[in-house]
């Protein structure tokens, strides 16, 4: 599940993400998905896709002539502040 899970979130990475949604999506309930993903990533499922967004957007970044609000747009956020607020928390935590 945790592939099928993965597999649909890049998909859909620029789109908002619900936990339910996607749960019901690959057929199973949300705390077999929440649990599932722990047990294997050690993240929650939102914890998950935000560090696909960051990573993404740091790709997008170094490989694009995109403005951070461009990108933030491509990796699911409304605004670029979002996204640089997350990658400041990220920084913090490496």
Not at 19 to 30: E, H, I, M, N, W
Not at 47 to 72: C, K, M, N, P, Y
């Amino acid at each position: 599940i945790v592939v099928e899970f993965e597999r649909f979130v890049r998909a859909r990475l620029d789109e908002p993400f619900n936990v339910a949604f996607v749960a019901q999506s690959l057929g199973t309930s949300r705390r077999t998905l929440e649990r599932r993903v722990r047990a294997a990533l050690n993240l929650t499922p939102l914890g998950f896709v935000q560090r696909l967004r960051t990573e993404r957007a740091r790709h997008l970044s170094a490989t694009t002539d995109l403005t951070s609000a461009e990108i933030a747009l491509r990796v699911g956020y409304a605004n670029a502040e979002t996204l640089r607020s997350l990658l400041r928390r990220e920084r913090r935590r490496s």
